[in-house]
C-alpha cells in the first residue's frame, strides 16, 4: 500500500496558511535572536511562497502558469535549506528549532505527495 496521501488539492490548502505563517512567525516568535538573517529568511520565503503558489497551476492557483511540479521542486529546496540553515547560517535556540521543524514539515508533505493518476498512467505507458 502506498503511504503517499497528499493530493494536489490538500497541497494547494496548505500553501497559503503557510506562506502566511512564515511571514508572521518572525514576529510572532521574535525570530532572529542567533542572527538577523534567521528573522529576513522566514520573511523572504513566506512572500515568494505566496508568490509561488498565486502562479501555481493548482486549484487556488490564481494565475497558473507554473506547472505544479516545479512547485514541488522549490517546496524541496525550501525544505532542505530550511533543515540546513541552522548549521551553515549559525542560527541557535528558537531560530534554529523554528528552521529543523518548518524543515522536516515541508520534506515530510513533499514526500507524501501522491501522484496524479494521469500522470502515472502515463509515465507507465511510456
Known sequence: MDPRFVTKTMH?????PVALSLIAAPFLLGLGSSSPLAFWLALVTGGAAFVLTLLTDH????????????????????????????????????????????GA???TVVSLHKPERAAVESVARG
Open 105 to 107: 514539515a515541508v520534506l
Open 12 to 16: 494547494a490548502f496548505l500553501d497559503y
Open 59 to 102: 486549484r487556488l492557483g490564481v494565475f497558473r502558469v507554473l506547472p505544479y511540479s516545479f512547485h514541488l521542486a522549490i517546496d524541496l529546496a525550501v525544505g532542505i535549506t530550511f533543515v540546513l540553515a541552522p548549521s551553515v547560517l549559525g542560527f541557535s535556540g528558537v531560530d534554529a528549532w523554528y528552521y529543523w521543524l518548518n
